[in-house]
């Protein structure tokens, strides 16, 4: 049973000013593990505005309370390179009271948006 869906969208050039002219944002948004490669490199703009996307599109789908903390909807890629959502703290905690018990998740960006869908089944 879908419990909720969410979808949210960003402006990569608008994110990446907002990260660039407050870059303890980043910290505020993302943990340190989201915001890197496999490599150890730091993600492109356009990533990380997925992830805020998909963030977003989590809350969406969880009616939208409020007191939910962005670190703990965690956006990562399995080794097939399928994104993936863990959830703690705050948004597990909603999403429990709710009955969700998996988490479907879509990212995308071209042509210069970044969007995410993510579906919470019970």
Not at 7 to 21: G, P
Not at 29 to 49: C, K
Not at 79 to 84: A, L, V, Y
Request: hydrophobic share 50%; proline share 3%; aromatic share 6%.
């Amino acid at each position: 049973m879908i419990i909720g869906v969410g979808i949210d969208v960003a402006e990569i050039d608008r994110f990446a000013a907002s990260l660039r002219r407050t870059p303890q944002m980043a910290d505020r948004l993302f943990l340190e593990r989201e915001m890197l490669l496999p490599s150890g490199e730091r993600r492109g703009y356009a990533s990380l505005a997925a992830r805020f996307a998909a963030k977003e599109a989590v809350a969406k789908a969880l009616g939208a309370p409020a007191g939910l903390h962005w670190t703990d909807a965690e956006v990562y890629v399995e080794e097939s390179g399928r994104p993936r959502l863990r959830v703690h703290g705050t948004v597990a905690a909603r999403a429990e009271a709710l009955g969700v018990r998996s988490w479907h998740i879509s990212l995308s960006h071209d042509a210069g948006v970044a969007s995410a869908v993510v579906i919470a089944e019970g």
